[in-house]
C-alpha cells in the first residue's frame, strides 16, 4: 500500500495557519497532528484537541523517550510532534497535516523528505497585526513579539514547495486543497499498477 502524504504548514502568526487547516481537515480526509505544548492553554483551546498542554518536565521526558518527530521552541514555549500517531496513519495510507514552526518543519524536511511543505503569508503586515489582535489571545507584549519574528520567518520561504497567500479565506482554503490534489496526481510507483492492469486486460 502507498504511504499517505505528509504535508507540512507554517508561517508568521496570525496569518491563519490554524484557520486554514481546521477548514482543510472539515473538507478533505487529511488528517491533523496534534502537537504537544509547554504553553499555557488559550480559553477557547481544548486539551487533546488543539494541543497536548503538558508540563515542561513532561515535555523533555517525552524528548529523552523518542517520542517527538520533532520539536522547537517557539516564542518562549516548546512545541512538539508526537511521532508514532503521525507515523502509524502515514503507513496506513493516511494524509496527515502538521502546522508546525520553521524550524520544526526544516528538521522534518531532514527526516521526511517526501513531505511536502507550505508557506502562508498574510496579505500584509496591517492584515496580520489586525488579525493576531482580534484573536485576542495574546499580551500585547507577545503579540509584538510575534510580529517581530515575521521578517525572520518569511526569509525561509524558499525552503517551502508552495506559497498560499490568506488573503480571502475560502480561496486560500481551495489553493491549499489544489496542492493537495496536484501532489496525489503525481506520477509515483502506484500508477505503474494500473498500467500492469492495462497490460493485463489487452
Ligand atoms: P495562525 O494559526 O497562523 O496563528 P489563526 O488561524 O489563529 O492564525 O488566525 C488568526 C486570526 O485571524 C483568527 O482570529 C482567524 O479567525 C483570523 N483569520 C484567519 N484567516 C483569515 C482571513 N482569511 N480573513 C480574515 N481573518 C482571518
Ligand atoms: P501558537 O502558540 O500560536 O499555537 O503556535 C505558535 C507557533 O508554534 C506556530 O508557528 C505554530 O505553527 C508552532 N507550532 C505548533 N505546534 C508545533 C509543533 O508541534 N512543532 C513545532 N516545531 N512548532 C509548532
Request: net charge negative.
Amino acid at each position: 500500500m502507498d504511504k499517505g502524504h505528509l504535508f507540512v504548514v507554517s508561517g508568521p502568526s496570525g496569518a491563519g495557519k490554524g484557520t486554514i487547516c481546521q477548514k482543510i481537515v472539515e473538507q478533505t480526509d487529511v488528517e491533523l497532528s496534534i502537537s504537544m505544548t509547554t504553553r499555557d492553554p488559550r480559553s477557547f483551546e481544548e486539551h487533546g484537541a488543539n494541543y497536548y498542554f503538558v508540563s515542561k518536565e513532561e515535555f523533555l521526558e517525552t524528548i529523552e523517550n523518542n517520542g517527538l518527530l520533532e520539536y522547537a521552541e517557539v516564542y518562549g514555549n516548546f512545541y512538539g510532534t508526537p511521532k508514532k500517531l503521525v507515523m502509524e496513519k502515514l503507513n496506513a495510507g493516511r494524509d496527515v497535516i502538521l502546522e508546525i514552526d520553521i524550524q520544526g518543519a526544516m528538521k522534518v524536511k531532514q527526516s521526511y523528505p517526501g513531505g511536502v511543505f507550505i508557506f502562508i503569508l498574510p496579505p500584509s503586515m496591517t492584515e496580520l497585526r489586525k488579525r493576531i489582535t482580534g484573536r485576542g489571545s495574546e499580551s500585547e507584549d507577545a503579540i509584538n513579539m510575534r510580529l517581530g519574528e515575521t521578517l525572520k520567518e518569511v526569509s525561509y520561504i524558499d525552503k517551502y514547495d508552495y506559497c498560499v497567500v490568506n488573503g480571502e479565506l475560502d480561496e486560500a482554503v481551495n489553493r491549499v486543497q489544489a496542492i493537495i490534489i496536484a501532489e496525489h496526481s503525481k506520477v509515483s510507483e502506484s500508477i505503474y499498477h494500473l498500467i500492469k492492469k492495462y497490460e493485463e486486460e489487452i
